[in-house]
């Protein structure tokens, strides 16, 4: 079986082509196409900007993606419908459409945190459940118990600000590029915490509390706060911007991994799984493995391929497979769904 995934979710235009054979997953191609360089002029994603960029580079990426697999016979073609922003959805969810349509195709949607989520079973299948799955991108921040696929419940989610989207925005008061989390992971590198100069101490809020949900977007105030009491010779040396890129990164850590592992001990679960643009962010994978490894030995943890946390057509294929191509929707009725819950619908 040969898939061919549309991902056009927010501002990477992404198209895979995936083979299974014998139940093995084989990448025929995988090609994203970033808009960070629009989008770093503009210190963010506009989605309408984003929407253009998608149109303009879906054919091409197509072309690529097509080439690179050496023309496969395709069976099914998947597009992501949500979450996501709409106007970026929709240029995705039309190009596949047309597509569809043209070569006679079924055409399976695919919820994007799903996609998130099964990024981590390319080589191979899920099967430890129940397991608790962490989301985290610039669009989500979502604890969700797994109880197979397919079958899903969110536990908790962010009142406000994703944790990306607070990275995002607290590396623009320090005036880094946009995205901002792998710039605020970069300098917070260079930082040894046991060498802080300023002391910055960010609030870690709704740490201790019995929920499983978040919230991020006082951390971006008290940045904020922080930033402007400070002189103008301070807020731009590299020391503070360290020191507080380390203490923002790890303020986020800190309440990531309390609730993922209340959520993990609450349940009882067998596997933790993280997913999500954030999931690149190379201190919370070593230190979610960390206190898994100390607290919970016995949990399996399993996080992505770095280069598949952020947005790529290759996890929308893979969602798709392990869903189920048999999901197929009438493709007359596939539609655009910005706030799709997982779990709802698909
Ligand atoms: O999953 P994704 O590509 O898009 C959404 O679905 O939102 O996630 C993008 C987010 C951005 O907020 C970006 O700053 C963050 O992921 N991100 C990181 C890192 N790489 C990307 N955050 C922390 N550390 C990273 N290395
Ligand atoms: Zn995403």
Redesign the pocket.
């Given at each position: 079986m040969i898939i061919l995934a549309i991902e056009t979710?927010?501002?990477?235009t992404g198209i895979a082509i995936l083979e299974i054979r014998n139940s093995k997953l084989e990448i025929l191609s995988d090609i994203v196409s970033s808009q960070v360089k629009l989008h770093k002029k503009y210190g963010g994603v506009y989605p309408f900007l984003a929407k253009r960029e998608h149109q303009k580079n879906l054919p091409m990426v197509l072309k690529k993606a097509v080439d690179r697999a050496k023309n496969p016979k395709i069976d099914f073609l998947a597009v992501t419908v949500g979450p996501?922003l709409e106007p970026c959805l929709w240029t995705g969810i039309n190009f596949a459409l047309a597509l569809a349509k043209k070569i006679n195709l079924p055409l399976v949607p695919v919820n994007?945190v799903e996609a998130?989520i099964l990024a981590n079973f390319i080589n191979e299948r899920p099967k430890s459940f129940p397991a608790v799955c962490l989301v985290?991108?610039?669009?989500?921040t979502q604890l969700i118990l797994m109880k197979n696929v397919g079958k899903y419940k969110i536990l908790g989610e962010t009142r406000d600000d994703?944790?990306?989207?607070c990275?995002?925005k607290t590396?623009r008061i320090l005036g880094l590029v946009?995205?901002?989390?792998?710039?605020?992971?970069?300098e917070a590198a260079k930082h040894d915490r046991q060498k802080d100069k300023y002391h910055i101490e960010l609030p870690r809020p709704m740490i201790y509390q019995k929920n499983y949900d978040f919230s991020f977007s006082g951390l971006k105030t008290a940045v904020l706060y922080d930033f402007k009491s400070r002189g103008a010779k301070t807020r731009k040396s590299k020391e503070y911007i360290r020191e507080m890129c380390s203490e923002i990164?790890q303020t986020a850590i800190d309440v990531l991994i309390r609730k993922t592992l209340k959520a993990a001990k609450d349940f009882r679960v067998k596997a933790v799984i993280l997913g999500?643009?954030?999931?690149?962010?190379?201190?919370?994978r070593e230190q979610l493995k960390r206190k898994i490894g100390k607290e919970m030995p016995h949990t399996i943890y399993y996080m992505p391929d770095?280069k598949y946390?952020?947005?790529?057509g290759l996890m929308t294929a893979v969602a798709a497979y392990y869903h189920g191509t048999e999901k197929t929707k009438n493709w007359k009725k596939i539609e655009a769904s910005a706030n799709l819950k997982i779990g709802e619908y698909l």
């Open positions: 979710s927010c501002d990477d996501g994007h998130h985290v991108s610039g669009g989500h994703a944790a990306g989207e990275f995002d590396a946009y995205p901002g989390g792998p710039e605020i992971a970069k990164q999500g643009g954030v999931a690149a962010n190379k201190e919370l770095r946390c952020t947005d790529n």
